[in-house]
């Protein structure tokens, strides 16, 4: 679009026209832009979300793990997991954002979301405190919600919906 | 014997500056999402940047002039000025994606948030590129560059399954998540066919003061050189589909999560090499970039150029690198999150390829410049599909960016 513009401004010496010829590109573009950039369903947006969320958690497992067996530093350990953190959060804000078919679906997978940022600002405060017991603690509620996650998952796009 | 060592310290040369944040982040995403599938285009990209990266040593070893410098001379500088800015424009995002790619490194060592390095680290850059010589930013640098090796350690040492990696190697269609499928192997290709790559090595070639003598070598450092460096890549990508993706990492969005590439296979250690070899590679590439800009900018105006000039004996060219590596800092030091840039900033190159690859068909054939040394059947038709491809890559890079890039 930028390109077709640049084009079109280089064969337009007349400024008129070349408002002119914008505006039509606009218009043309406008329709395909809007379809794009709303073309992400409330589903699509909870399927992304709890995949990220998913992912995230892993990765805060794996981090956790690490620190527990001193191949991780802790101040690396701490910034991961608060990063983590608030990716799960910010995965849980935007599920309760959609408005699904069915509410009490949506509730699971925030529950089991809000489970799991739980646990990941809990592995971070244990690391923090250099606390290996807490730490191995959270990396545990960190499974477990993981599978309440995918448990949610499951329900909240099986087909009977 | 001196031609050997010089051809084996250009492929050493070639191998340690491969790797960037850019190939890092694009392989550590498809590798672990795609699993192999996508070693594809790390492979086409690796086999476009040798015949470009070739052929713009060999124009230069030929013609003694650079490929931005035939640019200008040859379609005058009014067709000059796209490519230019083109150029300029995506090397500044790219410039910024490295300063990034370093100051994360630095963030992971200390603990200290990345933005807080990025003026600190366009310092350094900026102070060597105005101290240093061009034997010490291409060759010292690369050969630090060398630790990236790691990577392909860690991805022998992992056993992979080398007859699912050699079918990755085929083009094939995604079995999930099309649009970051697509988007994903246009970021690769990106990455892999940076316009700054052949350009610098053109630049870097008259630096050298190469010659006709030097054509032998040229073919031997842009094949095997280039050939290695992909393969550091496709390293990158079997460690983070067997280490990342089978641990159901997929979503490779923040960048605390890519030392965890290395950490299972290496330990505390994997933790130490894969921030020394993010730190190095990056701040090589940064380098090579500012120079870039430096290089395109002074010879597009007819300036006086060359990094192993004092600073007064060539002010614009100095002033160019100058205001590239503090501005691209800028970026970053505002909190533009630095994974995010690359991402964009590598799709964004791939979608410029046209305007910087078109111009290959004229200047490799062109006996002025070239004489007998022009481009072959094989080199042309390269050349032709590498232009089809930037072509059917800048067309379908914003939809894709759109759908896939999120």
Same mark, same amino acid.
Request: hydrophobic fraction near 55%; charge should be negative; aromatic fraction near 10%.
């Given at each position: ?14 400024e ?53 067996? *001193?191949?991780?530093?802790p101040?690396?350990a701490s910034? =991961? ?14 599920? &309760? ?28 405060? =244990? ?12 990396? !545990? ?12 998952? !499951? ?7 | ?26 392989a550590?995403? =498809?590798?672990?999402l795609?699993?192999? &599938? ?35 001379? !040859?379609? *005058?500088?009014? #067709? ?103 988007? /994903? ?12 790559l ?27 050189? /280039?050939?290695?460096g ?24 923040d ?23 993010? =730190? ?13 800009? #430096? ?47 690359t ?6 190159? #791939? ?12 200047l ?23 232009i ?15 759908? $896939? $890039?999120?």
């Amino acid at each position: 679009m930028v390109a077709a513009f640049i084009f079109m401004i280089s064969s337009n010496c007349n400024e008129r026209k070349m408002v002119g010829s914008a505006i039509r590109l606009t218009r043309a573009f406008l329709p395909l832009l809007l379809l794009a950039l709303t073309s992400c369903s409330s589903s699509e947006t909870a399927e992304q979300q709890i995949k990220l969320a998913s992912s995230t958690a892993q990765a805060a497992v794996m981090v956790t793990d690490a620190w527990l067996s *001193g191949a991780a530093p802790p101040r690396y350990a701490s910034s =991961a997991l608060q990063s983590f953190t608030e990716t799960l959060a910010d995965a849980g804000r935007q599920v &309760q954002s959609v408005s699904p078919s069915d509410p009490a679906r949506r509730e699971a997978v925030s529950t089991a979301l809000g489970r799991l940022s739980s646990a990941a600002k809990r592995a971070q405060t =244990a690391v923090e405190a250099e606390q290996h017991a807490q730490a191995g603690q959270a990396q !545990r509620e960190l499974r477990t919600a993981q599978s309440d996650l995918a448990t949610a998952y !499951r329900q909240y796009f099986s087909p009977d919906r | 014997m001196k031609k050997l060592l010089e051809i084996s310290l250009g492929v050493v040369t070639s191998v340690g500056g491969f790797l960037e944040v850019g190939s890092i982040a694009t392989a550590a995403q =498809a590798g672990a999402l795609f699993g192999f &599938q996508l070693v594809w285009a790390v492979v086409l990209g690796t086999i476009c940047i040798i015949f470009l990266v070739e052929m713009a040593g060999r124009f230069a070893a030929v013609s003694h002039h650079t490929i931005a410098d035939g640019i200008r001379e !040859r379609f *005058g500088f009014n #067709a000059f000025i796209w490519p230019l800015l083109a150029a300029l424009f995506v090397n500044f995002l790219v410039l910024s994606a490295e300063i990034g790619g370093v100051a994360i490194a630095a963030e992971l060592a200390t603990g200290i948030g990345f933005q807080w390095w990025a003026l600190p680290v366009a310092f350094f850059v900026w102070l060597l590129l105005w101290k240093g010589t061009f034997g010490l930013i291409e060759k010292g640098m690369s050969m630090l560059g060398l630790v990236t090796l790691c990577f392909v350690v860690a991805a022998v040492m992992l056993h992979p399954d080398w007859k699912e990696v050699a079918t990755g190697a085929v083009p094939n269609l995604p079995q999930h998540d099309t649009a970051k499928y697509w988007f /994903m192997a246009v970021s690769i290709l990106g990455a892999s066919i940076s316009p700054y790559l052949f350009m610098f090595y053109s630049s870097g070639g008259i630096e050298d003061q190469w010659d006709k003598t030097y054509i032998g070598a040229n073919r031997a450092i842009a094949g095997l050189g /280039m050939s290695f460096g992909g393969g550091i890549s496709v390293g990158v990508l079997i460690v983070a589909a067997l280490v990342l993706g089978a641990h159901g990492v997929t979503q490779v969005d923040d960048y605390n999560q890519l030392p965890l590439m290395l950490i299972p296979i290496f330990g505390f250690w994997g933790f130490v090499l894969f921030v020394v070899s993010l =730190a190095i590679a990056c701040f090589g590439a940064a380098l090579e970039v500012a120079l870039q800009q #430096a290089y395109l900018v002074a010879q597009g105006f007819g300036w006086t150029w060359g990094e192993d000039l004092k600073p007064r004996d060539d002010p614009g060219f100095s002033l160019v690198y100058t205001l590239s590596v503090f501005l691209a800092a800028v970026p970053i030091a505002l909190g533009l999150d630095p994974l995010k840039l690359t991402i964009f900033s590598m799709a964004l190159t #791939a979608a410029s390829l046209p305007l910087t690859v078109v111009p290959f068909l004229f200047l490799l054939n062109d006996d002025h410049y070239v004489g007998e040394h022009c481009n072959g059947v094989i080199s042309n038709a390269a050349v032709i599909f590498i232009i089809a491809l930037g072509f059917v890559l800048a067309l379908v890079t914003i939809p894709l960016q759109i759908f $896939g $890039g999120a």
